[in-house]
């Protein structure tokens, strides 16, 4: 003679079923730890740079040392460039934006845009590495 489940095994059954997904969900995640002062100073800086006629606008003017990307938007309405420790972005037209990212020890770094008479009429400044 076959025997049929109770109301009571429907109602346990789904709740096993669950309390296993959930275990089964924790054994996948990634058990790390969070990232020390140390770690989080060694990783990049992004530094959102935003230029027209004639400026730069700098998110931050002041780092610590290691890698350090600039966003470059031009928000003019003619091309501009962005330089700093002899590397700089393409030319690029209004609205568009360029990466350029570099290593910079503790110092001082003069930035500027590179079409000439630019840096002359403003587009030019110093960022600090600390």
Known sequence: ?????????????????????????????????????????????????????FFFRLSSKTV?????TFVFKNIGHVSHDFKINGRRTPLIGPGRTAKLV??????????????PGHAAAGMKGVFTVR
């Open 64 to 68: 610590k040392p290691g890698k350090a």
């Open 102 to 115: 570099v290593t910079l020890k503790k110092g001082r770094y003069p930035y500027l845009c590179t079409v």
């Open 1 to 53: 003679m076959t025997s049929f489940p109770s109301a009571k095994q429907f109602r346990i059954r789904p709740v096993l079923v669950l309390a296993a997904f959930v275990i089964g969900a924790l054994a996948v995640v990634p058990l790390t730890r969070a990232p020390t002062d140390r770690q989080a100073a060694a990783a990049a800086t992004t530094i959102q740079v935003k230029g027209g006629e």
